[in-house]
């Protein structure tokens, strides 16, 4: 992939992902619905990302290398991280990391001591 390509597709993904994710919001929103924007906006990055890029390569015939599958990865964080501009979304997304990694944690702890 070149670097050409990388960027117009960023480009053009996160676009698309932050409108579709401000829609899904706005449908919860309307349902009275709580939900989580940084995960809705992974699922978009998920399937706007990937798809995209996978279309992408199928259209222009660039072959499948490792590299290309890695590329397809780093497109999908890339887009995620494009649709929550904002710092208050990120920072979202790192306090609920720094929640889940302790109870994780305590969970081999206890594992652990059982044995």
Do not use: H, R
């Amino acid at each position: 992939m070149t670097v050409t390509l990388f960027i117009s597709l960023f480009t053009i993904g996160s676009m698309a992902c932050g409108l579709i994710t401000e829609a899904v919001k706005k449908a919860y929103e309307n349902a009275d619905k709580q939900y989580s924007a940084n995960i809705i906006a992974l699922v978009d990055a998920l399937v706007v990302g990937g798809l995209g890029t996978v279309v992408a390569y199928m259209l222009l015939n660039v072959e499948w290398t490792v590299n290309n599958i890695i590329c397809i990865v780093l497109m999908i964080v890339c887009i995620w991280l494009g649709a929550m501009l904002g710092f208050d979304k990120i920072k979202q997304t790192l306090e609920q990391i720094a929640v889940i990694i302790p109870k994780t944690v305590e969970d081999k702890e206890e594992n652990n001591e059982d044995k």
